[in-house]
C-alpha cells in the first residue's frame, strides 16, 4: 500500500495538478490553464496567449513558461521523492514512512506557498502604462476557491494530477497506521 502511495506522486507527469479557469461574459464557458508539473497549457490551442493578451489590458506580466524556474526543478523533486518512497516501501518501517510523508507535505507546502508568492507578484506588479487602470485594484487569482477580478470570476483548483497527491497522504497514512498496527513492541 505504501509503495502504491509513493508512485501515485507520478501521476504529476501523466495529469495537470492544478487548473485556474477565467470565466466572463466573453468567455462562457471559461477559459482554463492547466498547470503540469513541467508546463502550463491550456483547454484549448491558444489558451495561454489569449489569457497574456487579456492580463496585458490590466498591466500584469506575461505568462512564460521557459521563465518559471519551479517547471524545471519540480519534476526532479517529485521524481526523486517518489523513488524513495517506493524504496522506503521494502523495508516496512513505519517511522520511515511517516518521516517520507512529513518530507512530502513540507514539500507541498513550500510548493503552495510558491504558487502563492508567484500569484502575488503577478497580480500586484502591474506595468504601470497599462491600458486599463483601477487605483487600488489588485488581479491576483485565488490560491485555491473563487474571485472575482473585474468581469471575471477566477476559479483556482487541484485538478487530477492534484487529487492524487492528496491520495498519496491518504493512503500512505493508511499503510503507515496499519504498520504501526502490527508492528509489534520490542
Avoid at 526543478?73 to 517511522?95: C, D, E, N
Avoid at 487600488?136 to 485555491?144: D, K, S
Avoid at 476559479?155 to 499503510?175: M, Q, R, V
Wanted: hydrophobic fraction near 50%; include cysteine.
Amino acid at each position: 500500500m505504501f509503495f502504491i502511495a509513493a508512485a501515485l506522486m507520478l501521476t504529476l507527469f501523466v495529469f495537470p495538478m492544478w487548473q485556474i479557469t477565467l470565466i466572463a461574459p466573453q468567455y462562457p464557458q471559461g477559459v482554463t490553464m492547466y498547470i503540469w508539473i513541467n508546463k502550463i497549457t491550456g483547454s484549448e490551442e491558444g489558451t495561454l496567449q489569449n489569457i497574456n493578451i487579456l492580463n496585458h489590458y490590466v498591466g500584469m506580466k506575461y505568462i512564460e513558461p521557459d521563465s518559471i524556474p519551479e517547471l524545471k526543478y519540480f519534476p526532479i523533486v517529485v521524481a526523486a521523492m517518489s523513488l524513495l518512497g517506493m524504496a522506503l516501501a521494502f523495508t516496512g518501517r513505519w517511522k520511515w514512512w511517516m518521516g517520507w510523508l512529513i518530507l512530502g507535505l513540507i514539500g507541498c507546502g513550500l510548493g503552495l506557498y510558491d504558487f502563492y508568492l508567484w500569484e502575488y507578484d503577478y497580480g500586484h506588479n502591474l506595468s504601470p502604462t497599462a491600458p486599463i487602470k483601477i487605483p487600488g485594484m489588485a488581479y491576483q487569482p485565488p490560491l485555491i476557491g473563487n474571485k472575482m477580478l473585474l468581469n471575471f470570476m477566477a476559479k483556482s483548483w487541484p485538478y487530477i494530477g492534484g487529487w492524487f497527491i492528496g491520495g498519496t497522504f491518504i493512503l500512505g497514512g493508511i499503510a503507515v497506521w496499519l504498520q504501526k498496527r502490527n508492528t509489534p513492541i520490542a
